[in-house]
Nanobody
Framework: QEQLVESGGGSVQAGGSLRLTCTASGYTYRSICMGWFRQAPGKEREGVATIDSDGSTTYADSVKGRFAISKDNAKNTLYLQMNSLKPEDTAMYYC??????????????WGQGTQVTVSS
């Protein structure tokens, strides 16, 4: 059974850094698209970053230059390095996976989320 488990969230001050981790199990990790999404209270879920099976990446404009998505195929693990954090980055962060990046948001497998809180 496919499973995604996120970790690494926490509370930091503005300007700080965190690294989120998502460990995947139960499917062929190398052949899927994976990504990070976030949802703040009262707001819609938004895509943060994706990484496809060929290593190509996409980022939301709001995080470009500050966040970096990467994966370790040997460890079946996805990462999100978040630097220069801002209070507006505060949200629950979710890991998702799907064979097709275009279907990741609507049809992906999801983890349980990890909370990131950035104070000013």
């Amino acid at each position: 059974q496919e499973q995604l488990v996120e970790s690494g969230g926490g509370s930091v001050q503005a300007g700080g850094s965190l690294r989120l981790t998502c460990t995947a199990s139960g499917y062929t990790y190398r052949s899927i698209c994976m990504g990070w999404f976030r949802q703040a209270p009262g707001k819609e879920r938004e895509g943060v970053a994706t990484i496809d099976s060929d290593g190509s990446t996409t980022y939301a404009d709001s995080v470009k230059g500050r966040f970096a998505i990467s994966k370790d195929n040997a460890k079946n693990t996805l990462y999100l390095q978040m630097n220069s954090l801002k209070p507006e980055d505060t949200a629950m962060y979710y890991c998702a996976a799907h064979p097709d990046c275009d279907l990741l948001d609507d049809f992906g497998y999801w983890g349980q989320g990890t909370q990131v809180t950035v104070s000013s």
